[in-house]
């Protein structure tokens, strides 16, 4: 699954980047943003389960905390 995310993640920052100047919403960046949003959405749970799905139950939330930090000072998925 998170192969298939990475995937569309991918495909759909390539279709940004072609998207034609002007370009038409409906068509041009419309659909690659909802590819996008979705793949982005499935990367971001997946290796948020994974981070902490080896932590104790009494340290879930602190493993949590330094992944969501990581993410912000890293920049994305760091698991």
């Not at 068509?27 to 932590?55: H, M, R, Y």
Request: no cysteine.
């Amino acid at each position: 699954m998170l192969g298939i995310s990475f995937t569309l993640t991918a495909l759909s920052l390539l279709w940004l980047a072609r998207a034609p100047i002007p370009a038409r919403y409906l068509t041009d960046v419309g659909p690659p943003l909802v590819v996008l949003g979705a793949s982005l959405t499935v990367v971001f749970i997946v290796t948020t389960n994974q981070a902490v799905s080896e932590v104790g139950a009494d340290e879930k939330g602190l493993a949590s905390g330094i992944f969501e930090t990581s993410n912000h000072l890293l920049g994305g998925p760091s698991a």
